[in-house]
């Protein structure tokens, strides 16, 4: 037997153990429920799925929240750095809208995770992942419990003096 074939025994069942080691070890995303549909926006941080609008509100949907965020709610009035006001709540729900330009967006909601029985989840909207880009443009602080996620977005934002970081 040359020592190629020598070799050749040798290292297939360990380059084999190796990558069945490398997929085990692999941490794997749980989503209990994925939910997509037409949306209406509630809020800067609150979505429905599914609903109608009636007299301007949301109606008959699954309420869901933005994981990982949190915008000023509708009719908060913030000021700005010279004292100025200005509808904080109603700018985050306008980009929110704006941020959703389609028909429909997709929500995961992972690992069973609610705020006052309201699913927390992830949503989509073509490529963009609405609850980083509110962050991004300064119109969404990250919530407490997800210091590490969107904290850079956040730093970004504050950065540059953008929405509620004005």
């Keep these: 037997m040359t020592t190629f074939h020598r070799l050749k025994r040798f290292w297939f069942p360990l380059f084999f153990l190796i990558v069945i080691s490398m997929v085990i070890a692999v941490p794997q995303v749980h989503a209990d429920a994925i939910i997509s549909g037409p949306p209406c926006v509630i809020d800067g941080s609150n979505v429905q799925i599914g609903g109608k609008v009636r007299d301007g509100k949301c109606w008959g949907g699954i309420d869901l ?36 330009r389609q028909s429909e967006i997709t929500c995961y909601h992972i690992d069973g995770e609610f705020f006052d029985r309201i699913p927390l989840v992830t ?7 609405l609850a980083m880009e509110m962050v991004l443009q300064g119109l969404a602080q990250v919530t407490d419990k997800n210091k590490t996620r969107y904290i850079l977005q956040e730093n970004a934002a504050k950065k540059a003096r953008r929405g509620i970081w004005k």
């Design 123 to 129: 949503c989509i909207s073509g490529r963009v992942d």
């Design 65 to 100: 929240r933005l994981y990982g965020s949190k915008a000023p709610q509708r009719n908060k009035i913030c000021q700005d750095s010279r004292g100025q006001d200005w509808p904080c709540g109603q700018m985050a729900a306008s980009t929110l809208s704006n941020l959703i």
